[in-house]
């Protein structure tokens, strides 16, 4: 049972649900491939609580995986953030994200930050039950930001990935390595709205640009999910306690599209006069087809340009590829917070559609947040996922610690 769920996590990891059996002509469904899925959970309870988002949101220590450009304008000099989401809960209870991610502020415009995250599929038995894996996935970033001017950031980062998906009890699939690059900006300012100064924010996080991977030694290669995020905050304040902050984001994955079955079909009706009758077994066939298309052998710089316009039905699919995300938080003497959100993905791009709430806690040592989702569509592995975070703010340490010395 164990290695049925396993395989099914593979597929889901994979967007295999896609490529062959899953291409459902009536439903147009067809979401973008990519491997190492893994790198598109956000880790952190404050940005799942909003309905995943965070390119604009304000700066907190967990800004690397949203947009590393916002550490500069964080207040502490440095901070540290143990982040735990569990996956897939609904059936198995050993397969998890953890994160860590910290930075430190150097001067007053720059910044230096970094993190590390570990996404474990738990313990799967081999076909023959003859042995134990341990699947998993990992990477680690290191980003350098730098405050341009009063209002505005930049920042570029850099990662290793590492996939072991550890099927290599017939010696034909090995460990996956890729390195990628993030470039990110921010802008911070103030607008006055009713007689309070609000701050406006924008940004843009262009993440996973970089190479492809490979589970067989080179012969073949997927796209990691190179990504761009653009997001707008509004955080206005109610009176001298209370504030709350409305945010957005829209996302693109900067991956080409996968041609499909149908288009397959299409062009052997079109080139052949017919298809064979069995042409939805015979994948060798269309796998053949679709490198000849320049689909495999693309490589990842011009997969960005063009995943603008290579989707099947023009335009009209592009817009559909485009992710939206929206929530709101409140907080209380900034110690107290409430958070909700949506997120949005069309249901011919994979149909994550799903609500979030959460809550936080913050002191001057550290901060604990939740975060919980809530899916409307059966398609979201993270449906009813309680995750946390716990952040510790240096500068708040180090004040304690100084207070008990002089004591």
């Known amino acids: 049972m164990k290695k049925i769920i396993f395989i099914l996590t593979f597929l889901t990891m994979q967007s295999a649900i896609s490529i062959l059996h899953a291409q459902d002509v009536k439903n147009q469904l067809n979401p973008v491939n990519y491997g190492v899925t893994s790198l598109a959970i956000a880790p952190d309870a404050r940005g799942a ?3 995943d988002v965070g390119a604009a949101t304000d700066p907190d220590v967990n800004s690397q995986y949203w947009n590393p450009a916002k550490y500069p304008f964080c207040i502490s000099r440095a901070g540290v953030s143990l982040n735990y989401t569990p996956w897939l809960r609904q059936l198995v209870d050993d397969i998890d994200l953890a994160n860590i991610t910290g930075y430190m502020r150097l001067g007053d415009y720059n910044a230096l930050s970094a993190s590390l995250r570990y996404f474990s599929l738990g313990e799967v038995f081999t076909e023959d039950e003859a042995m134990t894996i341990k699947p998993y996935e990992m990477s680690f970033d290191v980003a350098y930001s730098r405050m341009l001017s009063e209002t505005f950031s930049a920042a570029v980062a850099l990662r290793y990935i590492y996939s072991d998906l550890a099927f290599r009890a017939d010696d034909e699939t090995t460990p996956g390595s890729a390195f990628a690059a993030d470039i990110a900006l921010y802008h911070n300012g103030y607008i006055n709205m009713g007689g309070h100064e609000s701050q406006l924010g924008w940004g843009l996080n262009i993440s996973n640009i970089g190479s492809k991977i490979s589970y067989d030694d080179g012969n073949t290669s997927e796209f990691i999910p190179t990504n761009m995020r653009f ?13 709350i902050t409305f945010a957005a984001d829209a996302n693109k994955l900067l991956v080409p599209t996968r041609p499909t079955m149908e ?6 009706v079109e080139t052949e006069g017919g298809v064979p009758a069995d042409y939805e077994n015979n994948y060798s066939d269309y796998r053949t087809w679709i490198e000849g298309e320049g689909y495999y052998n693309v490589s990842p710089i011009t997969g960005i340009f063009k995943s603008f316009h290579d989707a099947p039905n023009g335009f009209k699919e592009e817009m559909q590829e485009i992710q939206w995300s929206a ?6 003497n900034n110690q107290f917070f409430l958070r909700a959100g949506y997120h949005y993905e069309h249901p011919n791009k994979g149909n994550r559609k799903y609500f979030t709430v959460g809550a936080g806690f913050k002191m001057n040592v550290f901060s604990i947040d939740a ?12 449906d009813q996922t309680l995750r946390f975070s716990l952040a510790f703010d240096m500068d708040g340490i180090n004040d304690l610690l100084g207070k008990k010395r002089r004591r």
């Open 49 to 51: 609580g909003l309905g």
């Open 231 to 243: 997001g707008l905050s509004l955080l206005v304040p109610i009176d001298d306690y209370n504030t």
């Open 263 to 268: 288009q397959y079909v299409k062009h052997m």
């Open 327 to 332: 929530g709101a938080e409140y907080a209380y």
């Open 371 to 382: 975060g919980y989702v809530i899916s409307t569509a059966q398609s979201n592995p993270l």
